[in-house]
């Protein structure tokens, strides 16, 4: 139904910045939200940053004031900008869109359609 693809992972330091691109294809429905989540080898994957279809956006905890979530709908571009990254950051970025009513937006299950990830690396 929607077809996510993500870029702009990369290997930076702590303390830089990087700019997460998910370009949507295919129909996105008026209800529709979207969202970053990551997961480290090992570990579940976790919600980073949603935004709904009302331009409401939250964060994880761990990312506020660091991160931040926004969306092109000219380009159906959405974007995650990541400043002061630390290696606790390290992980593969996925986007995501979902569609319908959902009261948790941080919760995988939320969601319906998925890219195939970008990899980000934080050094130390």
């Known amino acids: 139904q929607v077809q996510l693809v993500e870029s702009g992972g990369g290997s930076v330091r702590a303390g830089g910045s990087l700019r997460l691109s998910c370009v949507a294809s295919g129909y996105i429905a008026s209800d529709y939200y979207m969202g970053w989540f990551r997961q480290a080898p090992g570990k579940e994957r976790e919600g980073v940053a949603f935004?709904?279809?009302?331009?409401?956006?939250n964060y994880a905890s761990s990312v506020k004031g660091r991160f931040s979530i926004s969306k092109d709908n000219a380009k159906n571009t959405l974007y995650l900008q990541m400043d002061s990254l630390k290696p606790e950051d390290t992980a593969m970025y996925y986007c995501?869109?979902?569609?319908?009513?959902?009261?948790?937006?941080?919760?995988?299950?939320?969601?319906?359609?998925w890219g195939q990830g970008t990899q980000v690396t934080v050094s130390p």
């Open positions: 995501a869109a979902g569609q319908g009513i959902a009261w948790d937006l941080l919760r995988e299950w939320q969601y319906q359609s």
């Open positions: 935004i709904d279809s009302d331009g409401y956006r």
